[in-house]
């Protein structure tokens, strides 16, 4: 649940640091003979470049402001997802609670569910706060009334094991899968 795509994110980050790369190769070279030597076979620097100061300004304003944007796109990237849960502190004692134990009680309190084909559990921080997703694939055809029972019930078993409520947003998908799933019946 990150406010941008992951892919588009690596790709920025890729040509930031590939300009960042060719740009310190460009500066070495000027500066530093090894560096004008190594790159020698594939580009071909001139000896000294005479720049003008104001030139040499505009530069460093244009490397500023984009060492400013990139710091921003980083830093207000996020409501991602967090291994943990619940993460209490008193004092200098704290305790942390994974999310794989928000599963295992999920997973234990909807087994067994027979209109539930699987859940999954994900756990974001949202604006400085842990919050739980809980993703319910329910069976074609399958009973969402009593599904959402069940998932309540799991939840407050997950509230009293947890110590305190957590915010949940559950979220009932009845796709390919669950169409394609076995459908059990007890007679």
């Not at 640091?17 to 740009?23: E, K, R």
């Not at 409501?79 to 004692?93: K, P």
């Not at 309190?109 to 809980?134: F, H, P, S, T």
Request: charged share 20%.
């Amino acid at each position: 649940m990150t406010k941008s795509n992951r892919t588009m994110n690596r790709i920025i980050l890729f040509v930031l640091g590939l300009v960042a790369v060719l740009v310190g190769l460009a500066m070495g070279a000027g500066v530093l003979p090894a560096v004008r030597d190594a790159t020698k076979q594939y580009i071909t620097f001139p000896k000294s470049v005479d720049v003008p100061s104001a030139s040499l300004w505009i530069v460093a304003v244009v490397c500023a402001v984009v060492i400013v944007l990139s710091l921003l796109w980083v830093f207000t990237r996020g409501g991602g997802g967090t291994s943990v849960a619940v993460r209490e502190r008193s004092g200098d004692d704290a305790v942390t609670i994974n999310v794989a134990l928000v599963r295992d009680v999920v997973d234990h309190e909807l087994r067994g569910v027979g209109d539930v084909v699987n859940a999954k559990v994900d756990v974001y921080q949202v604006k400085k706060q842990r919050a739980a997703r809980i993703r319910v694939a329910v069976r074609r055809g399958g009973d969402a009334v009593a599904v959402l029972d069940a998932v309540d019930h799991a939840l407050s078993v997950l509230d009293r094991t947890l110590g305190r409520p957590v915010p949940v947003l559950v979220h009932l998908t009845g796709g390919t899968r669950s169409a394609l799933a076995k459908s059990v019946r007890v007679h």
